[in-house]
C-alpha cells in the first residue's frame, strides 16, 4: 500500500506515538517536515494524512509558504476520501480547508486538562476511546468554531471546540494526544522555562503533571492511532 504522510513544522517534531504504532501496524510511512523539505507529497501517493502541530497561525501564509501547499493537499484528501488526521495546527488546517476562520483563543492552553466528549462521540471511530474527563496535552493559542457540516466529538473547559470529524474519513484536534514522554521532554527543554512560564505555567508543573497522566495518554494515543491506521488499511 502506499505509505502514510506524517507532515511536521519544526525541527524538533518527532511526532509523538505515531511511527512505533505504523511500525506495529505494518504500514509504510514518509515524514514531510515542512520548514526543510522539499515538495509535499501528491495526493495519489498517500494512503493517509496526519498533519501535526506548529507554531504559526494557519494564515502566515506569507511567512510561511508551505501552509498554503498544506492546505491545497488537505482539500484534496476531503475531495478524494483519503484518511486525514490533523492534531493542533494540523486540526486548525482542516477547518482552514474547510473555508473555516481560525482566530486567537483569548487564552494560552498548557499542559493537561480534561476533555468532555459529546455523545456523538460514543459511536465515533477514532474517539469512543476517551471518556468524560481524561486528560490531554495541550499547547495551543488559536482555535477555530465547528465548520459548517461537521460533528463535534468534544469540548473542554476553556476552548470549546476539541476535537470534530467531517464525513466519514477526516478528523481534527486542537490538543495533542500524540505526545510521548520523550517528545514532551524535547518541547520543554526547546522551549525554556521563561517560555513555559509566559504561558501560565512552568516546566517542574507540566512534568509534575505528567508523571500523573502521561503513561494513560500514551496509551489511549496508541488506541487513536491504531484504529486509524485500521480505517487507513481499509480505505488504502
Not at 68 to 81: F, K, P, Q
Not at 102 to 126: Q, S, W
Request: aromatic share 10%.
Amino acid at each position: 500500500m502506499q505509505p502514510v504522510a506524517l507532515i511536521g513544522h519544526a525541527d524538533w517534531e518527532t511526532f509523538g506515538v505515531a511511527p512505533s504504532t505504523l511500525e506495529a501496524a505494518g504500514i509504510p510511512w514518509i515524514d514531510h517536515l515542512a520548514h526543510a523539505s522539499g515538495a509535499l507529497p501528491s495526493i495519489e501517493d498517500v494512503s493517509a494524512i496526519v498533519v501535526f502541530g506548529g507554531d504559526m497561525n494557519v494564515d502566515m501564509t506569507d511567512r510561511y509558504p508551505f501552509l498554503e501547499r498544506e492546505r491545497d493537499l488537505i482539500a484534496a484528501a476531503l475531495r478524494t476520501g483519503v484518511p486525514y488526521l490533523g492534531i493542533c495546527l494540523g486540526g486548525q488546517m482542516l477547518a482552514r480547508a474547510l473555508e473555516h476562520p481560525v482566530y486567537p483563543a483569548g487564552i494560552r492552553e498548557i499542559g493537561f486538562k480534561p476533555m468532555h466528549p459529546t455523545p456523538d462521540a460514543a459511536d465515533d471511530a477514532l474517539f469512543a476511546v476517551f471518556e468524560d474527563g481524561d486528560t490531554v496535552f495541550h499547547w495551543h493559542q488559536d482555535t477555530f468554531d465547528l465548520p459548517e457540516g461537521a460533528t463535534l466529538l468534544a469540548t473542554g473547559d476553556d476552548v470549546p471546540t476539541q476535537a470534530f470529524r467531517y464525513g466519514d474519513a477526516a478528523w481534527g484536534t486542537q490538543f495533542h494526544f500524540e505526545v510521548d514522554r520523550a517528545e514532551l521532554d524535547l518541547w520543554l527543554k526547546t522551549a525554556g522555562d521563561e517560555r513555559v512560564r509566559a504561558w501560565g505555567s512552568s516546566i517542574e508543573e507540566i512534568r509534575a503533571q505528567a508523571e500523573r497522566e502521561l503513561e494513560r495518554h500514551e496509551a489511549r494515543a496508541r488506541e487513536v492511532f491504531r484504529r486509524f491506521w485500521a480505517i487507513v488499511r481499509s480505505a488504502g
